[in-house]
T-cell receptor, first 111, second 113 residues
Framework: NAGVTQTPKFRILKIGQSMTLQCTQDMNHNYMYWYRQDPGMGLKLIYYSVGAGITDKGEVPNGYNVSRSTTEDFPLRLELAAPSQTSVYFC??????????FGPGTRLTVL | RKEVEQDPGPFNVPEGATVAFNCTYSNSASQSFFWYRQDCRKEPKLLMS???SGNEDGRFTAQLNRASQYISLLIRDSKLSDSATYLC??????????????FGTGTQLKVEL
């Protein structure tokens, strides 16, 4: 199993651009999560999903959107990127909450 | 008050030392507790769960004090490879709500020769 994979690893965006961060897991996990981690800060939950077709907001959802059309994929969409969205983004999944397994992260810079 | 509070460190200790990290949480109804380890520029990985009775995994011992809303992690005989940031993590609910986790900001450990 590859576990949780994320693409891209790095990305630089200009203000106002849009992009999709990809997250895929091959463990047949129902639960999936998106976090962001800023320097010196704890991980903050952006969105989560308890199964295909079901998503809900976390602590910091503004400026982001998600979809969950399959069990495996949970993409995170950034519309109109802003400098405040510069961060490291982690995707996580689990079949046995609350333990979570994380992907390697995407480092995003918005200039 | 933050939901999960940790001393950010860094804790600089010599190899072979014993080091302890503490964490407090604000939600008295919290149900599950964990320590995650995060290496520099890497993803968090589960180190161990924390139980009321205390639990040990090799050189690592975790303790939970529900009355004081306090969690600890003890590392004995520190190795250079233990250098990392240790995240205190709390699940505030038993079921439902997506079993969301609340992360502390982490305590940085540097083990030196």
């Amino acid at each position: 199993n590859a576990g949780v994979t994320q693409t891209p690893k790095f990305r630089i965006l200009k203000i106002g651009q849009s992009m999709t961060l990809q997250c895929t897991q091959d463990m047949n996990h129902n639960y999936m999560y998106w976090y962001r981690q800023d320097p010196g800060m704890g991980l903050k939950l952006i969105y989560y999903s308890v199964g295909a077709g079901i998503t809900d907001k976390g602590e910091v959802p503004n400026g982001y959107n998600v979809s969950r059309s399959t069990t495996e994929d949970f993409p995170l969409r950034l519309e109109l990127a802003a400098p405040s969205q510069t961060s490291v983004y982690f995707c996580a999944s689990t079949s046995q909450p609350p333990t979570q397994y994380f992907g390697p992260g995407t480092r995003l810079t918005v200039l | 008050r933050k939901e999960v509070e940790q001393d950010p460190g860094p804790f600089n200790v010599p190899e072979g030392a014993t080091v302890a990290f503490n964490c407090t949480y604000s939600n008295s109804a919290s149900q599950s507790f964990f320590w995650y380890r995060q290496d520099c520029r890497k993803e968090p990985k589960l180190l161990m769960s924390v139980y009321s009775s205390g639990n040990e995994d090799g050189r690592f011992t975790a303790q939970l004090n529900r009355a004081s809303q306090y969690i600890s992690l003890l590392i004995r005989d520190s190795k250079l490879s233990d250098s990392a940031t240790y995240l205190c993590v709390v699940n505030p609910r038993l079921t439902g709500g997506g079993n969301k986790l609340t992360f502390g900001t982490g305590t940085q450990l540097k083990v030196e020769l």
